[in-house]
């Protein structure tokens, strides 16, 4: 991210940074997932098994205030997603593998 909302560039001295969010219901409430990150990418845990959507804010700091936020894009929306491409995730454990075969 290199610029702001209005297409100036990001002025010195502010920090962009991340929020990554879940939710399990494309209408339902989303939950934070960790702290904010300033990397491009995320380790995402989930707590339980199922189908989540995932989305992520970008948030504006100057010094160790956030001054102003996107919206959450969610990678659902083809609209966000690159190319038009959306997506979820579905986390299932598997299986225990098959042991004591005679």
């Given amino acids: 991210m290199t610029a702001l909302n209005d297409g100036t560039p990001i002025p010195a001295g502010s920090t962009i940074q991340?929020?990554?969010?879940?939710?399990?219901?494309?209408?339902?409430?989303?939950?934070a997932a960790g702290n904010p990150i300033t990397a491009?990418?995320?380790?995402?845990?989930?707590?339980a098994e199922g189908f989540y959507d995932i989305g992520i804010?970008?948030?504006?700091?100057?010094g160790?205030?956030?001054?102003?936020?996107?919206?959450?894009?969610?990678?659902?929306?083809?609209?966000?997603?690159?190319?038009?491409?959306?997506f979820g995730v579905q986390y299932y454990l598997s299986p225990t593998g098959i042991q004591n075969m005679r």
Avoid: C, M
């Avoid at 879940?22 to 409430?29: C, E, L, M, S």
């Avoid at 804010?57 to 100057?62: D, F, M, S, T």
């Fill in 18 to 31: 991340y929020q990554v969010y879940i939710r399990t219901d494309p209408t339902g409430n989303s939950v």
């Fill in 40 to 47: 491009l990418q995320s380790l995402v845990t989930f707590a």
């Fill in 64 to 86: 160790s205030q956030v001054v102003s936020e996107s919206t959450v894009a969610w990678l659902n929306d083809p609209l966000v997603a690159h190319g038009g491409n959306d």
């Fill in 57 to 62: 804010k970008a948030q504006r700091v100057v």
